[in-house]
């Protein structure tokens, strides 16, 4: 006899979340999703404005991506908020999450790629040499330095919309952009290319939305546990570790991705790259018996052996 899911809470879960389209259409699945799991429970949306949304410039300036979750957290811990939506790419590995709070479900991952969004609808080999790509991402910058040196990349900040905007106007060629983010806003006619992770190694977290509580908040806790996903879980907790290990910054060129097979195999490859992408450092692992926790840690160890540290650490931030 199948197991009934959590009781609901009375009363409504109050979901903080940044105030962009693409953060408001994420939170919307996960009311969707726990709409479907709790019938009849309501929820609330609580939009804040990050200081990594106003900043205009480089977000290193700003301490990197933890200018987009700052704000949310505060929300969270201030008792405005029961729950937080982030897609765990934004999310700093670096560093444990803030005190008082737990990831409390990874939501089934969605597509992992970059696409190319490009006016004339022209591939990536195709551009001509020269064609101005509008990306801010070092990681996207090193990838596309190794395998299209010819294109010319110029800085592109702002959510997804606002870039399209910027495209149209034409302030750049082309864009790089997250396929899983396009499709969450229904854009996905936009998109030109999609790119293989061969081509462009994706962002750690990348596809993934993650429910966040506060730890002592056993009630919300027990409402979203439904939602989680087991292969997102492994995937993301081993590529989190992987990228914890390494201590990267916001300036380091890092990708990497983990794949949980249904016969329950995990595999994770992690990059490493300078941000000329004249140095490329690879692992890639199967975990057999190891925790999702101990194949990162050893995807990472393996990467620190071919210099890693010292190349991460040649990168101002």
């Known amino acids: 006899?199948?197991?009934?899911?959590?009781?609901?809470?009375?009363?409504?879960?109050?979901?903080?979340?940044?105030?962009?389209?693409?953060?408001?259409?994420?939170?919307?699945r996960v009311r969707t999703e726990l709409a479907a799991l709790h019938p009849g429970l309501r929820t609330e949306v609580v939009p804040v404005t990050t200081s990594g949304d106003r900043w205009t410039g480089a977000l290193s300036e700003l301490g990197g991506k933890g200018?987009?979750?700052?704000?949310?957290?505060?929300?969270?811990?201030?008792?405005?908020?029961d729950l937080a939506v982030h897609c765990v790419k934004d999310v700093p590995a670096d560093r444990p999450l803030p005190a008082g709070t737990v990831f409390a479900a990874f939501l089934r991952r969605d597509d992992i790629r970059d696409a190319l969004v490009h006016p004339g609808g022209l591939t990536l080999d195709e551009?001509?040499?020269?064609?101005?790509?509008?990306?801010?991402?070092?990681?996207?910058?090193?990838?596309?330095?190794v395998s299209h040196p010819q294109l010319t990349c110029v800085p592109f900040r702002g959510n997804v919309n606002r870039r399209l905007e910027k495209l149209d106007a034409g302030e750049a060629d082309a864009l790089l952009l997250a396929a899983s983010g396009l499709a969450r806003i229904g854009l996905t006619e936009r998109i030109t290319e999609i790119l293989s992770v061969e081509t462009m190694c994706p962002p750690i977290g990348a596809g993934v939305l993650a429910l966040q509580c506060r730890e002592d908040d056993a009630v919300t806790s027990a409402a979203v546990a439904g939602l989680g996903d087991a292969g997102a879980w492994r995937e993301t907790t081993a590529e989190r570790m992987f990228l914890h290990v390494l201590q990267g910054h916001c300036n380091s060129p890092i990708a990497g991705f983990a794949r949980a097979e249904r016969d329950g195999r995990l595999s994770l490859r992690g990059r490493v790259f300078s941000p000329d992408g004249k140095t490329v450092l690879d692992a890639h692992e199967w975990a057999g018996p190891l925790d999702p926790a101990t194949l990162g840690t050893s995807v990472a160890v393996a990467?620190?052996?071919?210099?890693?540290?010292?190349?991460?650490?040649?990168?101002p931030h």
């Open 1 to 28: 006899m199948p197991s009934s899911p959590p009781p609901a809470p009375i009363g409504p879960i109050r979901i903080v979340s940044r105030s962009s389209p693409m953060a408001l259409a994420q939170v919307e």
């Open 67 to 81: 200018a987009f979750t700052k704000e949310v957290d505060a929300a969270l811990l201030a008792g405005e908020a």
């Open 127 to 145: 551009l001509p040499p020269g064609t101005r790509i509008g990306t801010s991402s070092v990681r996207r910058v090193a990838q596309l330095a």
């Open 303 to 315: 990467l620190l052996r071919q210099g890693a540290r010292e190349l991460i650490d040649s990168i």
